[in-house]
Structure formats: C-alpha cells, structure tokens
C-alpha cells in the first residue's frame, strides 16, 4: 500500500514523525499545499496492531471525509450499567458513531497523503531532534543503521511514546491511563454496552462494541487493575467462555490523560495523543487528533509563507487548539476527580438520579458524541446528581 524508501541526509520542508491518524492527516494537508513532506514512523506496516476500539463520531467522519471502506460496526443505541447491573438502556434519535478496522482506516489515510506527495517510510524511527537557527535534525535509526535528516520544521505525531516531546522539553501528559481490550466472538450482543464500577473499572468504564460480523470488541480504561477488569466484563457478556484463554490474546495500551505542558518549540510542533490531546471523558484521541493536524497544518503554512519557524511563530498553534479543545479536556478532567472518588453505592445512586433527573433525554436531544462539556455542566447542576456528586467530593476531602 505504501512505499518504503530510505534517503540519506535528505533535506524535507516537514518531517513528520508517527504514522497515525494524526501524523498522516498533517503529512496529507501540508504535502497538498505543496510542500516537500516525509513520514518517518517505527513500525512495519502503517495501522497494523494497533490497540483501539475504533468508535468515531459521526461528525468526524463528515467533517474529514474519511475512508467508510474501514466500517465495521455502527453505534446508535446503548446500555449503560452500573456496579449492581442497573441497567440504562439510551438511544441516540440517529447513529452517533462509527466503528472502524484500524489497520484498513490508517492504511487508507497513508494512501490518501502517499497519493497527496507524502513520503512515507517505515520502519524508521527517530531518536533524537535538535533544532538550530537554520534546520532541525532528525537522528533515525532504520534497519540499514542510522541517519540524519533535516528539515525546515518538525511535528511530533508519536502517539503515547514522549521521549522526543520530553528531550525537548515539552513534557508529558501527568497521567497514562492503562487501556486493555480483547476482540473474540461472543453470543450476539445488540447494542454498544458500557460497564461503570470497580468490578471492571477504576475511575473509568469497560465497553462490548458489537461488530458487524459478530465479533465483540471488549476493553476498558483503568486506574486498577487491567486485566481483573477485563476477566469481569468478559464474564458479563459471555458467560459460556473461559476468560483466561480470551485474556492472553488480550492487547494492552496506555491513554494519555491530559496535554503536554507545551506544544510546540523552536521549528517543532506535537500533534495528537502526543501533544495529550485526547477526550478526557472517554480516552477517544481519533477526532482530536485530526482536528489538531488540521491547525498545526494551517500554522505550519503561515511559517512556511513568512519562512519563520521560531517558537513564537508556532505558538499560534497552542493558541488555536486550546480555544477549540481545552476547555473540553480540562472539564473532562474535573470531572473524572469528581467521579474517580465515588464508590459503588454512589455510582448506583448516580444511576438512579440519573434515571429520575432528564439527563439521558437531555443527552439523547442535545448530546455530541465528541464535546461533553455541555453534558457535564448538565450533570453538576443537577440538584439529585450533584448530591451524589457533593458525597463523592466530600469523600474527596476527608481522604486528603
Ligand atoms: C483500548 C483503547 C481503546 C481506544 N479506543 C478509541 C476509540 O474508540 N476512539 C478513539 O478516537 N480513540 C480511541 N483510543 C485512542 C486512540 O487509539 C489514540 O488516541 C489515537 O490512535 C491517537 O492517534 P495519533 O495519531 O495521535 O497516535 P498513534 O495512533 O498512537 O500513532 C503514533 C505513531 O507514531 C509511531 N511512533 C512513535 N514513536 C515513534 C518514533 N520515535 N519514531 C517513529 N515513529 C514513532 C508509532 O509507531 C505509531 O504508529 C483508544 C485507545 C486504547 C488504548
């Protein structure tokens, strides 16, 4: 599908490092404007194995055009429960989300930027970045040994690995989440289920997402303990198998929590998961991450017009990015304070204010699949949710 090459103290317009949704899109829109762009990413195979259950919104998919041969599943309707299987059956008045193959959509996204004029290579990563007044060095390592590669600027698309964005003194997201999720055939599940508890998960929630073809996809995101949270669900949703055999094929993955200190320096831009910029809520960086490299893009061409790739230049990203994305991640923080420090009980009271209170109709009418700020706010100033919220937080402050 894309062409490996390997170049030798080539000199780029853009060197783009990491070939996932975030890279590939900003290596696609800056190699369309014309500039000389190449894709430096570690792995064999751009999309293969990576761990992600693969929901996109609904609006990501219009907005971006994306590529609707990696469907394999459709979300409208949803059950939530709670630690004691209260159950919260929810529909949305149309389908919110997609489930896509990863491999088949990052692939499709490689083709689009190779197609574009992006120059993709695999099997290279990059282990160093120093930037002068004139270039900004890569240092690559591929399987023939090591190289250097300059170029004008570089975008840090790496994903969860920070070292490059903590070299340079950007710094890290404060917190990974550990993500596991396994993909196995089960009795046949009709709707996306959700699992809130501390049998599943701590501080986060587990999830069966039907596929078209019958499989289930079955993960969580956690503070405790992965793999006890994943025996349980996979207990729940199917009772005839041995979770054990399912756990070992099960694949594990950190979630960044929050965004970097920095997103940009001199002749360097971080975009995606790398620069933190995933939804707090729910762990998605998909959507996130292409809008990010819809802004680096628009910035990175301003530098290149002006030919200034300075820190100050740059910093017109984090400007824009932050009014668009900020608040929603930092809510999603506030907000998993609060919940993280609500036991079983309380999540079960939280079910039923929610039950009692319009929330689910709320959401339901004027829900996004991709902002939840609204959501959130909606919940705080609910007088039977946020009882249950005070408890919790009150909790919070005798347990300092
Ligand atoms: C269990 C789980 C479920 C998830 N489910 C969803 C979901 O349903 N929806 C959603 O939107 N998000 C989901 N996510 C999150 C989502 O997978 C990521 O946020 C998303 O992949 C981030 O895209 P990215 O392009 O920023 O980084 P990545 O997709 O991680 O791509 C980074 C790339 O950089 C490469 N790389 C790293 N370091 C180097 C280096 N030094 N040199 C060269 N290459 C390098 C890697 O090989 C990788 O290909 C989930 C995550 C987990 C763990």
Same mark, same amino acid.
């Given at each position: 599908?894309?062409?490996?090459?390997?170049?030798?103290? *080539?000199?780029?317009? $853009?060197?783009?490092?990491?070939?996932?949704?975030?890279?590939?899109?900003? &290596?696609?829109?800056?190699?369309?404007?014309?500039?000389?762009?190449?894709?430096?990413?570690?792995?064999?195979?751009?999309?293969?194995? !990576? !761990?992600?259950?693969?929901?996109?919104?609904?609006? &990501?998919?219009?907005?971006?055009?994306?590529?609707?041969?990696?469907? !394999?599943?459709?979300? *409208?309707?949803?059950?939530?429960?709670?630690?004691?299987?209260?159950?919260?059956?929810?529909?949305?008045?149309?389908?919110? @989300?997609? $489930?896509?193959?990863?491999?088949?959509?990052?692939?499709?996204?490689?083709?689009?930027? %190779?197609?574009?004029?992006?120059?993709?290579?695999?099997?290279?990563?990059? %282990? =160093?970045?120093?930037?002068?007044?004139?270039?900004?060095? @890569?240092?690559?390592?591929?399987?023939?040994?090591?190289?250097?590669?300059?170029?004008?600027?570089?975008?840090?698309?790496?994903?969860?690995?920070?070292?490059?964005?903590? &070299?340079?003194?950007?710094?890290?997201?404060?917190?990974?989440?550990?993500?596991?999720?396994?993909?196995?055939? %089960?009795?046949?599940?009709?709707?996306?289920?959700?699992?809130?508890?501390?049998?599943? =998960?701590?501080?986060?929630?587990?999830?069966?997402?039907?596929?078209?073809?019958?499989?289930?996809?079955?993960?969580?995101?956690?503070?405790?303990?992965?793999?006890?949270?994943?025996?349980?669900?996979? +207990?729940? $949703?199917?009772?005839?198998?041995?979770?054990?055999?399912?756990?070992?094929?099960?694949?594990?993955?950190?979630?960044?929590?929050?965004?970097?200190?920095? +997103?940009?320096?001199?002749?360097?831009?971080?975009?995606?998961?790398?620069?933190?910029?995933?939804?707090?809520?729910?762990?998605?960086?998909?959507?996130?991450?292409?809008?990010?490299?819809?802004? @680096?893009?628009?910035?990175?061409?301003?530098?290149?017009?002006?030919?200034?790739?300075?820190?100050? %230049?740059? =910093?017109?990203?984090?400007?824009?990015?932050?009014?668009?994305?900020?608040?929603?991640?930092?809510?999603?923080?506030?907000?998993?304070?609060?919940?993280?420090?609500?036991?079983?009980?309380?999540?079960?009271?939280?079910?039923?204010?929610?039950?009692?209170?319009?929330?689910?109709?709320?959401?339901?009418?004027?829900? *996004?699949?991709?902002?939840?700020?609204?959501?959130?706010?909606?919940?705080?100033?609910?007088?039977?949710?946020?009882? $249950?919220?005070?408890?919790?937080?009150?909790?919070?402050?005798?347990?300092?």
């Amino acid at each position: 599908m894309v062409n490996i090459k390997s170049q030798n103290q *080539k000199q780029y317009d $853009v060197i783009v490092v990491g070939g996932g949704p975030s890279g590939l899109h900003t &290596a696609g829109i800056l190699s369309e404007s014309g500039l000389n762009v190449a894709l430096f990413d570690e792995g064999p195979e751009i999309g293969k194995d !990576v !761990v992600c259950s693969g929901v996109v919104s609904k609006e &990501a998919f219009s907005r971006y055009d994306l590529p609707k041969e990696s469907l !394999v599943g459709k979300l *409208k309707e949803a059950k939530l429960f709670s630690p004691s299987g209260i159950c919260i059956p929810y529909s949305h008045p149309e389908e919110a @989300a997609a $489930v896509v193959d990863r491999h088949i959509f990052d692939g499709k996204l490689a083709e689009v930027a %190779t197609n574009k004029g992006a120059e993709i290579q695999l099997n290279t990563k990059v %282990t =160093s970045l120093v930037a002068n007044d004139k270039f900004i060095e @890569a240092r690559v390592k591929t399987q023939e040994g090591e190289n250097k590669v300059r170029a004008e600027l570089v975008v840090v698309a790496t994903g969860i690995s920070f070292n490059l964005q903590t &070299a340079l003194g950007l710094g890290r997201p404060k917190k990974i989440i550990k993500g596991i999720q396994v993909e196995i055939r %089960t009795q046949k599940i009709e709707s996306l289920r959700v699992y809130f508890g501390s049998r599943f =998960s701590i501080g986060f929630f587990g999830w069966a997402i039907p596929l078209f073809d019958g499989r289930t996809r079955i993960g969580l995101m956690t503070n405790g303990n992965a793999v006890e949270g994943l025996k349980n669900i996979l +207990s729940e $949703v199917n009772h005839h198998s041995d979770p054990c055999m399912e756990i070992e094929n099960a694949k594990r993955r950190g979630i960044a929590f929050g965004s970097i200190s920095k +997103s940009y320096s001199e002749r360097i831009i971080a975009v995606g998961e790398a620069a933190g910029q995933i939804k707090t809520t729910t762990g998605g960086g998909i959507y996130y991450g292409l809008i990010s490299a819809e802004i @680096a893009s628009e910035v990175i061409k301003k530098a290149f017009k002006k030919r200034r790739f300075d820190a100050n %230049t740059l =910093s017109e990203y984090e400007k824009i990015w932050e009014k668009s994305l900020g608040r929603e991640i930092r809510f999603g923080q506030y907000f998993h304070k609060f919940y993280s420090k609500l036991d079983d009980d309380s999540i079960d009271a939280l079910f039923n204010a929610a039950k009692d209170d319009g929330l689910l109709s709320f959401i339901a009418e004027r829900g *996004k699949f991709d902002w939840h700020k609204e959501a959130v706010i909606k919940i705080l100033r609910s007088p039977n949710l946020r009882r $249950v919220l005070w408890n919790g937080l009150i909790r919070q402050i005798t347990s300092w």
